[in-house]
Structure formats: structure tokens, C-alpha cells
């Protein structure tokens, strides 16, 4: 009958320092299929305003006065118009 030492006394390799759990192994690459799933608009990638960096305008009750404000924010992209009352 062969005699093997208790696990805490093999020596530590750089393998099994690594080694992942299931739960570690879903929740790295759940992080990494969100990041990769997520569109450039969100996270503001190059030529992209992020979602702080953007005004969201909603016009209710406009006159003459509202028009022009609304026609002096469109041309930016910054700023997003959401309702039109």
C-alpha cells in the first residue's frame, strides 16, 4: 500500500494556484460576454456621446418660443429630444 501526503503538503504550483471554480469560470465570462455585447453608444466609444454626456430635451406646451429652442438643440448630438407635446 502506497502512502501519499495530505494535499497541504504538495507543493504549490503556478497551475494550481490558477486552477477556476465553476462559479469563477460563469461569472468572468458572463463579465466578458456583457462587455463584448454591449453596444458603442452606451459605453460612448469614438464617435459616440456617453449616456452622462447627454442632454435628454422634452418639449411640453411649445409655442413660437419652443420651436426655436427645439430647432437651436437638434443639431447637436448631445442632445436627444424625447417627447414632443
Known amino acids: 500500500m502506497q502512502h501519499h501526503p495530505p494535499a497541504s503538503a504538495l507543493p504549490r ?11 469563477g469560470f460563469l ?6 460576454a456583457a462587455v463584448s455585447v454591449v453596444p458603442r453608444h452606451v459605453l460612448g466609444g469614438a464617435g459616440q456621446v456617453a449616456p452622462n454626456d447627454r442632454l435628454t430635451f ?19 448630438a448631445e442632445v436627444q429630444v424625447v417627447a414632443v407635446c
Open 13 to 23: 504550483t503556478a497551475a494550481s494556484r490558477l486552477r477556476m471554480n465553476r462559479r
Open 58 to 76: 422634452a418639449c411640453i406646451g411649445m409655442g413660437s418660443q419652443g420651436i426655436q429652442d427645439l430647432n437651436a438643440f437638434l443639431p447637436f
Open 27 to 32: 461569472a468572468r465570462s458572463g463579465a466578458l
